[in-house]
C-alpha cells in the first residue's frame, strides 16, 4: 500500500507560480508512473500532467501544457507539479496518484493522495 501526501497548495494571484510536491512512503515509488489530477468544485477530477516511472517522458494535458512542469526524484520518493503562469481556470484540488501504468485515465491509478488546494485569484 502506497500512501502519498501532496503539499505546496495555497492561495495566489493569476500569473504567479506554485511548486506541489507529493511524497510517497514506498521504497518502490520508482516502479510507479505518477499523475497530478485536479478537481474543480461541481467538475469530474480530470488529468494535468503524468511522467514515466524513469522521469524521462512527460505527458500534459492541452490546457497546462507549456505552464505547467512535472518531475520526479526517485531517491528523494517525490514527485513534483512546477505550476507558473497560473490563471484563475487552474483553481482545484490537486491529487498525486501513482499506478502501474503511464496513462493520463484516472481510474488507472491504484494510489491517491489526500490532495491540496490551489486557488488562483483573478
Known amino acids: 500500500q502506497v500512501q502519498l501526501v501532496e503539499s505546496g497548495g495555497g492561495l495566489v494571484q493569476a500569473g504567479g507560480s506554485l511548486r506541489l510536491s507529493c511524497a510517497a512512503s514506498e521504497r518502490t515509488f520508482s516502479y510507479y508512473a505518477m499523475g497530478w489530477f485536479r478537481q474543480a468544485p461541481g467538475r469530474e477530477r480530470e488529468f494535468v500532467a503524468t511522467i514515466r516511472r524513469s522521469g524521462g517522458l512527460a505527458y500534459y494535458a492541452d490546457s497546462v501544457k507549456g505552464r505547467f512542469t512535472i518531475s520526479r526524484d526517485n531517491a528523494e520518493n517525490t514527485v513534483y507539479l512546477q505550476m507558473n503562469s497560473l490563471k484563475p481556470e487552474d483553481t482545484a484540488v490537486y491529487y498525486c496518484?501513482?499506478?502501474?501504468?503511464?496513462?493520463?485515465?484516472?481510474?488507472?491509478?491504484?494510489?491517491w493522495g489526500q490532495g491540496t488546494q490551489v486557488t488562483v485569484s483573478s
Open positions: 496518484a501513482a499506478g502501474d501504468n503511464w496513462t493520463t485515465v484516472t481510474r488507472s491509478y491504484n494510489y
